[in-house]
């Protein structure tokens, strides 16, 4: 499913911009993602230039950001985005990343972690083959879109405040 890597490079892409952006954002914390809370003094010294030093604080945050798990992933990126998704969008979103861990790393077939990321939103029980239909594909295009979409729009939205 590589549809859902490239929506995830939006929101990895998305919330670098953000940050650099506005570097205030940085401080936004959710609980359960391991943010970075200081900096060696060697990364301080070496530095070529605050914007550097910002920059390199800012992927440290990302690399952790993507380690969440996905629902801490969708909340850090609403409160730093200042887009408001649906629940049933972004249900929709960590099911579609599930089904795609699942077929990347797990033959396709249904594990308990599948089970635990998809929530009610769980397409198969444990041990078994997660269905891939034409629609469900569509559905998850339809989604995939529709949660950009939207994200854009929020973040242009409160970028003019």
Do not use: C
Not at 1 to 26: H, K, P, T, W
Not at 80 to 87: D, Q, R
Request: aromatic residues 8%; charged residues 25%.
């Amino acid at each position: 499913m590589y549809s859902v890597a490239q929506v995830e490079a939006f929101v990895g892409d998305i919330l670098f911009e953000l940050l650099r952006y506005d570097n205030r954002r940085l401080k936004t914390h959710v609980k359960g993602i391991d943010h970075t809370a200081k900096i060696d003094v060697s990364e301080l010294i070496d530095a070529a230039s605050r914007e550097h030093l910002i920059e390199g604080v800012i992927r440290k945050n990302l690399d952790l950001f993507f380690y969440a798990a996905p629902s801490l992933q969708m909340q850090y990126f609403q409160t730093v985005t200042g887009a408001k998704l649906s629940e049933d969008l972004v249900g929709k979103w960590i099911e579609l990343k599930a089904t795609r861990d699942i077929i990347v790393h797990n033959s396709g077939v249904a594990n308990s972690k599948y089970l635990e990321k998809a929530g009610k939103l769980a397409r198969a029980q444990d041990g078994e083959a997660l269905p891939i239909t034409d629609r469900y594909f569509a559905d998850a295009i339809s989604s995939m879109k529709s949660l950009v979409g939207k994200a854009t729009s929020a973040i242009q939205v409160d970028l003019k405040k």
